[in-house]
């Protein structure tokens, strides 16, 4: 409920509010009525002229939204209430026969949800309000704090980066270098086993002249050894003979011995002959092993000379083959060493560019900091104020919303009367659908209500109502607006000069469609009887469905665009300038502008050009007013142009 209507008996609030509504559109139109025939007279019998800017004063004020259609009046004989949205029933209030006042609460189902999405809404405003003030304020201490925060350890980051760059550098030089130094040690040695195998290529130009050459040797060996073996077993053999022949000297010096001692000197003569013979024969046995001996001693010497050459020989082979080895082993050696020297001058060349980039992006990261401390701590713009503005009234509406929702989960009777049956119990579901009413005209040809959407039946059903009620049907953009319990003035043609309030008891969910214009019935109960009041008789209502209160509001025809586009154009030293605001409630005759605008402001409308009779017809803007009461809502204003 708004701070003005608060203050007025339930029964005149919306009256007053209506008619205080009536009486500033009236002065509107008066106004504008009176500027465009004083155009007119003014420019009367001299062709087309230009009317100067109209301007008006931007106010604080209230603005008012309001609906309007037209019904019928009947009498109100039965009434189904039901929740407007579906649900499990928590609690049943009433009971078939007692008696309710209006407001009194008849039942509720679960609320759970509703008031989880208005804690969500309400949280939500919190955020848009808080981002607002912060929007308005700027930074706090800490904030600011924490921005230079941002900024140091950005540098640091970077200056980080850069030592590590500087780091990277000395250990890929240094394994570059430790690369090369392999590469030179490995080729130096390789360079003194070629030497090594010039040297001893010397003796064999290769292995296989080495190995030929042991071959030899291992023969030579071979037939020297078996050469020894053959002049040993001759020396046996003499020495075997030898003593043979020492013997038989030996027995033929016994014989002749005998014989001498005999004196026989024919044998003595024939034994000297036989010691003669045998001494001989054992001299030159002798000789022939001296010369053996001899002999011996160079087959030793000769087989002493083949084992010295064959070990050489194998020595010379084995150095041939070490030599290979080394070569080869000096060849893979450097073939890696080239290769390690390959990878670390490709990591080298891949860690200065990984250093270049990652300083490239912390010197980024440096400047974006930069820029966003700035962005946070520069003065909030227009545009910026005003889209946090829209944010909290979005908000708003979406907590005005789920309030409603919320609201709507405890059902309360619409009127004054008495319960007749009760259609639903604790734990079932309620499938919605709000309410209907029952007159007695409609019963009687249908009894199925009078709106033509209404059930028969409902959550409660009440009888014994008294009094008026109206039935008029609203476009559908309109019904999303109105929900039960609403106030409303009701003025009937017959009795212009009274207003009756009413308050929404029905609104039906099924639409009624004419003519392809789609409707829904929504039933009025009038507070109050009047005399002079019949059934049958034609009724306009009036609701009022938004209202904005001590708010700056200028004529709606002064605002250009929507959205983030909205603008007003200002008289500034009778110059127009146009400015970008932030519209709220659009009401009947005047817009709430909540931020771009000040109290006072002098704001220009759309410009009229009025041609006079005799000359030729020529609108450089245009408009079109609109007076009276019937389906308007009162007075208003619509302009085109400027």
């Known amino acids: 409920m708004s701070v003005i209507t608060s203050r007025l008996p339930a029964d005149r609030r919306l009256p007053r509010a209506i008619a205080r509504l009536g009486f500033l559109n009236g002065l509107l139109g008066a106004a504008l009525i009176g500027a465009?025939?004083?155009?007119?007279?003014?420019?009367?019998?001299?062709?087309?002229?230009?009317?100067?800017?109209?301007?008006?004063?931007?106010?604080?004020?209230?603005?008012?939204?309001?609906?309007?259609?037209?019904?019928?009046?009947?009498?109100?004989?039965?009434?189904?209430?039901?929740f407007m949205a579906a649900?499990?029933?928590?609690?049943?209030?009433?009971?078939?026969?007692?008696?309710?006042?209006?407001?009194?609460?008849?039942?509720?189902?679960?609320?759970?949800?509703?008031?989880?999405?208005?804690?969500?809404?309400?949280?939500?405003?919190?955020?848009?309000?808080?981002?607002?003030?912060?929007?308005?304020?700027?930074?706090t201490a800490v904030q600011r704090r924490q921005d230079a925060l941002s900024?140091?350890?950005?540098?640091?980051?970077?200056?980080?980066?850069?030592?590590?760059?500087?780091q990277d550098a000395a250990q890929s030089a240094a394994s570059v270098t430790q690369a090369q130094n392999a590469l030179r040690t490995d080729q130096g040695q390789e360079k003194v086993d070629l030497y090594q195998q010039t040297q001893d290529r010397a003796t064999y130009a290769n292995a296989d002249a080495a190995n030929a050459a042991i071959a030899a040797d291992k023969t030579q060996l071979t037939n020297d050894q078996a050469k020894q073996q053959a002049d040993t077993q001759q020396q046996l053999n003499l020495q075997h003979q030898q003593t043979v022949d020492k013997q038989?000297?030996?027995?033929?010096?016994?014989?002749?011995?005998?014989?001498?001692?005999?004196?026989?000197?024919?044998?003595?003569?024939?034994?000297?002959?036989?010691?003669?013979?045998?001494?001989?024969?054992v001299n030159n046995d002798q000789n022939q092993l001296d010369a053996l001996s001899r002999t011996l001693q160079l087959d030793g010497y000769a087989i002493t000379q083949d084992n010295t050459k064959l070990s050489n020989d194998q020595a010379a082979l084995t150095a041939l083959q070490n030599d290979t080895k080394a070569i080869r082993a000096d060849e893979a050696k450097i073939v890696a060493d080239r290769q390690?020297?390959?990878?670390?001058?490709?990591?080298?060349?891949?860690?200065?560019?990984?250093?270049?980039?990652?300083?490239?992006?912390?010197?980024?990261?440096v400047k974006n900091a930069k820029v966003a401390v700035a962005v946070k701590q520069a003065p909030p713009t227009a545009a910026a104020l005003a889209a946090a503005r829209a944010s909290i009234v979005n908000a708003q509406v979406g907590v005005a919303t789920a309030q409603k929702t919320l609201d709507e989960t405890v059902l309360r009777a619409p009127i004054a009367a008495t319960v007749a049956s009760v259609g639903g119990q604790v734990g079932t579901a309620e499938s919605g659908g709000g309410n209907s009413a029952l007159s007695s005209s409609s019963s009687s040809t249908s009894g199925t209500g009078s709106s033509g959407g209404g059930s028969s039946t409902g959550f409660v059903t009440l009888t014994g109502i008294n009094g008026m009620e109206l039935v008029a049907g609203f476009a559908e953009t309109d019904t999303a607006k109105l929900r039960v319990g609403q106030a409303a003035t009701v003025t009937v043609d017959a009795l212009p000069n009274t207003e009756l309030a009413a308050h929404i008891v029905a609104i039906d969910g099924t639409a009624t469609s004419s003519s392809g214009v789609v409707?829904?019935?929504?039933?009025?109960?009038?507070?109050?009887?009047?005399?002079?009041?019949?059934?049958?008789?034609?009724?306009?209502?009036?609701?009022?469905?938004?209202?904005?209160?001590?708010?700056?509001?200028?004529?709606?025809a002064a605002v250009n665009g929507s959205g983030s586009n909205t603008s007003v154009t200002v008289l500034r030293n009778g110059k127009q300038v146009r400015v970008p605001v932030v519209a709220g409630l659009a009401g009947d005759s005047s817009t709430a502008i909540l931020s771009g605008l000040t109290n006072g402001q002098t704001v220009v409308l759309p410009q009229v050009t009025i041609s006079s009779t005799g000359g030729s017809s020529n609108t450089t803007g245009g408009g079109t007013l609109n007076f009276g009461g019937g389906g308007g809502g009162g007075a208003r204003a619509r302009f085109f142009g400027g």
Do not use: W
């Open 36 to 82: 465009g025939v004083g155009a007119y007279f003014a420019v009367a019998g001299t062709g087309t002229t230009t009317v100067p800017p109209r301007t008006a004063t931007v106010q604080r004020g209230v603005v008012l939204s309001t609906t309007s259609a037209t019904g019928t009046l009947q009498a109100a004989t039965e009434l189904n209430v039901g």
């Open 87 to 139: 649900g499990t029933i928590t609690s049943v209030a009433v009971k078939p026969g007692e008696r309710v006042k209006r407001g009194q609460v008849l039942g509720r189902i679960d609320d759970t949800s509703a008031q989880q999405s208005l804690d969500q809404a309400q949280a939500s405003l919190a955020t848009a309000q808080a981002q607002y003030e912060a929007t308005l304020t700027g930074e």
């Open 151 to 166: 900024i140091a350890q950005a540098k640091q980051t970077l200056a980080n980066a850069e030592a590590t760059k500087k």
């Open 248 to 281: 038989n000297l030996s027995l033929a010096q016994s014989d002749l011995a005998q014989a001498q001692a005999a004196k026989d000197t024919a044998a003595a003569a024939s034994d000297q002959d036989q010691v003669d013979d045998f001494n001989s024969d």
């Open 340 to 365: 390690g020297l390959d990878t670390a001058k490709m990591n080298a060349t891949a860690t200065a560019a990984r250093d270049v980039q990652t300083i490239a992006g912390d010197r980024m990261a």
């Open 519 to 556: 409707t829904y019935n929504v039933t009025f109960a009038l507070d109050r009887s009047e005399p002079g009041l019949k059934s049958g008789m034609t009724a306009n209502v009036d609701v009022i469905v938004g209202e904005a209160d001590n708010v700056l509001h200028v004529p709606t």
